[in-house]
Nanobody, 119 residues
Framework: QVQLVESGGGLVRAGGSLRLACAVS????????MGWFRQAPGQEREFVAS????????SYADPVKGRFTISRDNAKNTVYLQMNSLKPEDTAVYYC????????????WGQGTQVTVSS
């Protein structure tokens, strides 16, 4: 059973920073790409960032490029999302997810962590 547990959310003022972490159970963490998504109230869940198994390849949604950084520590089974220059529109529940073996979808999700950015 794979479990993903996010942490690090909270309330921050615009311009501030937060670092989210996602701890993943299981011995095969380093074999999978990982992603971060977010969902704001009344909106669809949207992609934020992804990282391949080694950490060498990353991808970002346009609204967060240059402000957010995804990284991973395979020795700790953890993926991170460093969020800088936060804006009120970044307010959402943030989820981490494990990409499926074929890379076509994300098959395991965490419970989410709330990020609130005040103006």
């Amino acid at each position: 059973q794979v479990q993903l547990v996010e942490s690090g959310g909270g309330l921050v003022r615009a311009g501030g920073s937060l670092r989210l972490a996602c701890a993943v159970s299981g011995r095969t963490f380093s074999s999978y790409a990982m992603g971060w998504f977010r969902q704001a109230p009344g909106q669809e869940r949207e992609f934020v960032a992804s990282i391949n198994w080694s950490g060498a390849i990353t991808s970002y949604a346009d609204p967060v490029k240059g402000r957010f950084t995804i990284s991973r520590d395979n020795a700790k089974n953890t993926v991170y999302l460093q969020m800088n220059s936060l804006k009120p529109e970044d307010t959402a529940v943030y989820y981490c997810a494990r990409q499926s073996v074929m890379g076509l979808t994300y098959d395991y999700w965490g419970q989410g962590t709330q990020v609130t950015v005040s103006s």
